[in-house]
């Protein structure tokens, strides 16, 4: 069965670090970009951070640059997320998700995500 | 790196069509044809349900139908079902090769 298991959230204090997992089985797994998303108590997603598998480039955005770091270790399967600096804001639901990268006619798919986890919550309080 | 607007919330009876918009800006729905769409459940993770502004996965019902005309993205879904009341998301690859979500649309089928 394909599928992203995440792992490593918890409670931590302002200013505190958590490291993220995200397992992978069931297909290639670097052959695929992986991508975190999160998604705060009852509000929206928003995209973290992604990792590219053809060129190994990492983004992030805005509001994580600079504290949180994207790692891979393709012999396990798996990619992390090293959350430093944390800040209250930061409470949320982490997920990962694959792009799956659709190609058709010489041209390939961007930002779509096929496959989730099921999600690690993540609190941010003192 | 600014939210997608979406409409808070949509409502549509059984078997009707309801259409959710999607606004960026040219850097990132007007600029590419990369806007996805995706269904939440309460307490459930995210699924696609188009990519690539008009394509849907396998197993996705052609129900669901995805569209773009400049700076806008729409789905539609027609023939609404019970089971498709869930939130739903837009988001879109952009110029600085990151991906911005819309702020989510609640449908209620009434």
């Not at chain 1, 990792?51 to 509001?63: C, E, L, P």
């Not at chain 1, 949180?68 to 090293?82: G, H, M, P």
């Not at chain 1, 694959?98 to 099921?118: E, H, K, N, V």
């Amino acid at each position: 069965e394909v599928q992203l298991v995440e792992s490593g959230g918890g409670l931590v204090k302002p200013g505190g670090s958590l490291r993220l997992s995200c397992a992978a089985s069931g297909f290639t797994f670097s052959s695929y970009d992986i991508n975190w998303v999160r998604q705060a108590p009852g509000k929206g997603l928003e995209w973290v951070s992604s990792f590219t598998s053809s060129s190994s480039s990492i983004y992030y955005a805005d509001s994580v640059k600079g504290r949180f770091t994207i790692s891979i270790d393709n012999a396990k399967n798996s990619l992390y997320l090293q959350m430093n600096s944390l800040r209250a804001e930061d409470t949320a639901v982490y997920y990962c998700a694959r792009d799956p990268s659709y190609c058709s006619g010489g041209s390939c798919s961007l930002g779509a995500f096929d496959i989730w986890g099921q999600g690690t919550m993540v609190t941010v309080s003192s | 790196q600014s939210a997608l607007t979406q409409p808070a919330s949509v409502s549509g009876s059984p078997g009707q069509s309801i259409t959710i918009s999607c606004t960026g800006t040219s850097s990132d729905v007007g600029g590419y044809n990369y806007v996805s769409w995706y269904q939440q459940h309460p307490g459930k993770a995210p699924k696609l349900m188009v990519y690539d502004v008009s394509n849907r996965p396998s197993g996705v019902s052609n129900r669901f139908s995805g569209s773009k005309s400049g700076n806008t993205a729409s789905l539609t879904i027609s023939g609404l079902q019970a089971e498709d009341e869930a939130d739903y998301y837009c988001s879109s690859y952009t110029s600085s090769s990151t991906v911005v979500f819309g702020g989510g649309t609640k449908l209620t089928v009434l």
